[in-house]
């Protein structure tokens, strides 16, 4: 499957930014699905998950209550909804299909996926 991530962007802390994940698989609704980002200098960490079915979700700490990951799977794409917005939110942003994934499960670990996204960059300025 092929990942297109896109709606990053220049923005001022508090703002909002929503990102898109179109995958070109008509079995989207197969894959768990995630956003992971790369701040410069920094290791590519988990941002948020979302399972199969939609239903069930997991956040990085320090995005809860900020962040929201949906998908619609008729459409093939993940979305990430990001609030109030901070600079040390600032980072590539990568989405990530996993194959053969249980319907009500998310992985947080890079490596538990199979397809990555080009990323999109996302950059909050104070």
């Known amino acids: 499957v092929q990942l297109q991530a896109s709606g990053g962007g220049l923005v001022q802390d508090g703002d909002s930014l929503s990102l898109s994940c179109a995958a070109s698989?008509?079995?989207?609704?197969?894959?768990?699905m995630g956003w992971f980002r790369q701040a410069p200098g920094k290791e590519r960490e988990f941002v948020t998950a979302?399972?199969?079915?939609?239903?069930?979700?997991d956040y990085k700490d320090t995005v809860k209550g900020r962040f929201t990951i949906s998908r619609d799977n008729a459409k093939n794409t993940v979305y990430l909804q990001m609030n109030s917005l901070k600079p040390e939110d600032t980072a590539v942003y990568y989405c990530a299909a996993k194959a053969g994934a249980l319907a009500t499960y998310i992985y947080t670990l890079g490596p538990s996926y199979d397809y990555w996204g080009q990323g999109t960059q996302v950059t909050v300025s104070s």
């Open positions: 979302i399972s199969r079915n939609g239903r069930i979700t």
């Open positions: 698989s008509g079995t989207f609704r197969n894959y768990a």
